[in-house]
């Protein structure tokens, strides 16, 4: 081996070694990408299953699945940042605050579980407003009303999970998400398709498969948090009271991220439905393309939450350096995985649009396929381009500069992806490729934004957490 090659070596395995290097942020990251990703899997085959099932039913799950999400990612993205907290307070060695934090997330996913639940009653106005052909609106109705009676559970999970990634034990997470995940793509299979003696629900029994799953996965998380030695070191039974300094500051730093994760999800939403009133081909094809691009998504979010998790601990041991090399870390293994990802959505597009023709009648899919081909080259730019804003984004999250993301997403949202969408398929007719064109842009801009933000260094005074000299008055 050479001198050179001895050097690089070297190199790798102290980046690889070291505190917040490779092996740290992979040995958090690894079970949260398996949590999102299966989640990413468990959407996948939802679709895959619908698509063997009908067109229509395939048109219709993507729109009000990212609908119904749109409403519960407020409430999920406030309850969810009970993580950063106890990250901050991990980082501070102050265990006793952890079971709090998490308990003020769980009071918030309360309020959110009760709010999307009363959307149940919504269903009509809001599908005959989005103006959808009329079989596929009668599907979306249907299943708009089982992920309203299930829309405290993703929010819950989110509470609870956040006692565990916080900390960054993130495997029972992992292992909580698996069962969910393996549960849902079973009953799946049973109630859409009407086997085993079940009746045949089509896209109902896939909202219900869905309840019944996550419900599942919340009731691991819960048992597992709440354990003896849990309680005995973090107060996550002893301290279930209501806190009220505590919550605010949730409201106050998690609110901001809520809005932010409601209006990204928002916006993609109307970017979907938009591209909708093209027509029923032109609606699938792109619900495949997003779909498929969840498989890499996913996982990235595991990666996110992972910079959020070192991040904030880092903070709230005011090691703001060791926060920067975790975000470092991070974005060059983020960088090698959706590099290659978006290699393989320009080289074989037809090996991710396979599983949902595979069933499928081929005169009816073949005009989905030319369209999905089409999005599949958009969805190849937009993951490398999604990987350095996730990473930047969860950042400056975990240490609690969420308002400037949030007033990020309203602004650049509005500018480079709503408008010029609306413009160019209900103005100019201009079709699927000027839509997706505008969805590229949208990335390239949160990319510049957040990377410009980063650059500043003011996010790395920030904290969550109330500082000692402030307990008294709190």
């Given at each position: 081996m050479s001198i050179s090659e001895?050097?690089?070596?070297?190199?790798?395995?102290?980046?690889?070694?070291?505190?917040?290097?490779?092996?740290?942020?992979?040995?958090?990251?690894?079970?949260?990408?398996?949590?999102?990703?299966?989640?990413?899997?468990?959407?996948?085959v939802d679709r895959m299953y619908l698509s063997w099932y009908s067109p229509d039913a395939l048109a219709a799950a993507m729109p009000t699945g990212i609908l119904s999400f749109t409403i519960v990612a407020i409430f999920l993205g406030t309850s969810g940042y009970a993580s950063t907290f106890v990250a901050q307070y991990t980082g501070a060695g102050r265990p006793e605050r952890v079971g709090p934090a998490m308990w003020q997330g769980i009071y918030f996913a309360i309020i959110g579980g009760l709010v999307v639940s009363s959307t149940f009653f919504l269903a009509d106005p809001i599908f005959d407003a989005v103006g959808h052909e009329d079989n596929v609106k009668a599907l979306e109705k249907e299943y708009w009303k089982y992920l309203a009676i299930g829309g405290f559970l993703p929010i819950g999970r989110a509470a609870v999970s956040s006692f565990f990634n916080g900390r960054g034990k993130t495997y029972p997470v992992m292992w909580a998400s698996l069962a969910g995940m393996s549960m849902n793509v079973v009953l799946n299979y049973i109630l859409i398709f009407g086997k085993l003696g079940f009746p045949?629900?089509?896209?109902?029994?896939?909202?219900?498969?869905?309840?019944?799953?996550e419900m599942f996965s919340l009731i691991i998380l819960f048992y597992m948090a709440l354990s003896g030695e849990n309680n005995a070191r973090f107060n996550t039974i002893s301290g279930c009271r209501f806190d009220k300094p505590l919550f605010l500051r949730l409201i106050r730093f998690g609110m901001?991220?809520?809005?932010?994760?409601?209006?990204?999800?928002?916006?993609?939403?109307?970017?979907?439905?938009?591209?909708?009133?093209?027509?029923?081909?032109?609606l699938a094809a792109s619900n495949i393309a997003l779909n498929v691009s969840m498989l890499s998504f996913m996982p990235m979010i595991g990666m996110g939450i992972t910079v959020s998790i070192l991040v904030g601990q880092s903070l709230g041991g005011n090691r703001p350096d060791?926060?920067?090399?975790?975000?470092?870390?991070?974005?060059?293994?983020?960088?090698?995985?959706?590099?290659?990802?978006?290699?393989?959505?320009?080289?074989?597009?037809?090996?991710f649009i396979y599983p949902f023709s595979a069933n499928a009648d081929p005169a009816e899919f073949q005009e989905i396929k030319v369209h999905a081909m089409t999005a599949m080259k958009f969805v190849a730019a937009w993951a490398i381009l999604d990987?350095?804003?996730?990473?930047?984004?969860?950042?400056?999250?975990?240490?609690?500069?969420?308002?400037?993301?949030?007033?990020?997403?309203?602004?650049?949202?509005?500018?480079?992806?709503?408008?010029?969408?609306?413009?160019a398929l209900e103005v100019f007719d201009l079709g699927l490729k000027a839509a997706w064109s505008a969805g590229l842009a949208y990335i390239i801009s949160l990319s510049v934004a957040y990377g410009l933000r980063y650059k500043s260094g003011k996010w790395m005074s920030m904290r969550v957490i109330e500082q000692p000299s402030s307990l008294t008055k709190e």
């Amino acid at each position: 081996m050479s001198i050179s090659e001895q050097q690089n070596v070297s190199f790798f395995r102290k980046r690889w070694s070291r505190e917040n290097g490779y092996k740290q942020v992979l040995l958090i990251a690894f079970p949260l990408i398996c949590s999102t990703g299966s989640w990413s899997i468990q959407q996948f085959v939802d679709r895959m299953y619908l698509s063997w099932y009908s067109p229509d039913a395939l048109a219709a799950a993507m729109p009000t699945g990212i609908l119904s999400f749109t409403i519960v990612a407020i409430f999920l993205g406030t309850s969810g940042y009970a993580s950063t907290f106890v990250a901050q307070y991990t980082g501070a060695g102050r265990p006793e605050r952890v079971g709090p934090a998490m308990w003020q997330g769980i009071y918030f996913a309360i309020i959110g579980g009760l709010v999307v639940s009363s959307t149940f009653f919504l269903a009509d106005p809001i599908f005959d407003a989005v103006g959808h052909e009329d079989n596929v609106k009668a599907l979306e109705k249907e299943y708009w009303k089982y992920l309203a009676i299930g829309g405290f559970l993703p929010i819950g999970r989110a509470a609870v999970s956040s006692f565990f990634n916080g900390r960054g034990k993130t495997y029972p997470v992992m292992w909580a998400s698996l069962a969910g995940m393996s549960m849902n793509v079973v009953l799946n299979y049973i109630l859409i398709f009407g086997k085993l003696g079940f009746p045949e629900m089509g896209i109902g029994g896939a909202g219900l498969a869905t309840i019944i799953s996550e419900m599942f996965s919340l009731i691991i998380l819960f048992y597992m948090a709440l354990s003896g030695e849990n309680n005995a070191r973090f107060n996550t039974i002893s301290g279930c009271r209501f806190d009220k300094p505590l919550f605010l500051r949730l409201i106050r730093f998690g609110m901001p991220n809520g809005i932010q994760f409601f209006l990204d999800i928002a916006a993609f939403s109307i970017f979907i439905l938009l591209i909708g009133r093209l027509g029923t081909p032109e609606l699938a094809a792109s619900n495949i393309a997003l779909n498929v691009s969840m498989l890499s998504f996913m996982p990235m979010i595991g990666m996110g939450i992972t910079v959020s998790i070192l991040v904030g601990q880092s903070l709230g041991g005011n090691r703001p350096d060791m926060a920067s090399r975790a975000t470092f870390s991070a974005m060059q293994m983020a960088f090698i995985y959706m590099g290659s990802i978006a290699c393989l959505y320009l080289v074989v597009p037809q090996l991710f649009i396979y599983p949902f023709s595979a069933n499928a009648d081929p005169a009816e899919f073949q005009e989905i396929k030319v369209h999905a081909m089409t999005a599949m080259k958009f969805v190849a730019a937009w993951a490398i381009l999604d990987s350095i804003a996730i990473v930047i984004s969860s950042a400056l999250k975990g240490a609690g500069d969420t308002k400037f993301i949030m007033l990020a997403i309203i602004g650049l949202s509005i500018i480079f992806l709503i408008l010029p969408t609306y413009l160019a398929l209900e103005v100019f007719d201009l079709g699927l490729k000027a839509a997706w064109s505008a969805g590229l842009a949208y990335i390239i801009s949160l990319s510049v934004a957040y990377g410009l933000r980063y650059k500043s260094g003011k996010w790395m005074s920030m904290r969550v957490i109330e500082q000692p000299s402030s307990l008294t008055k709190e």
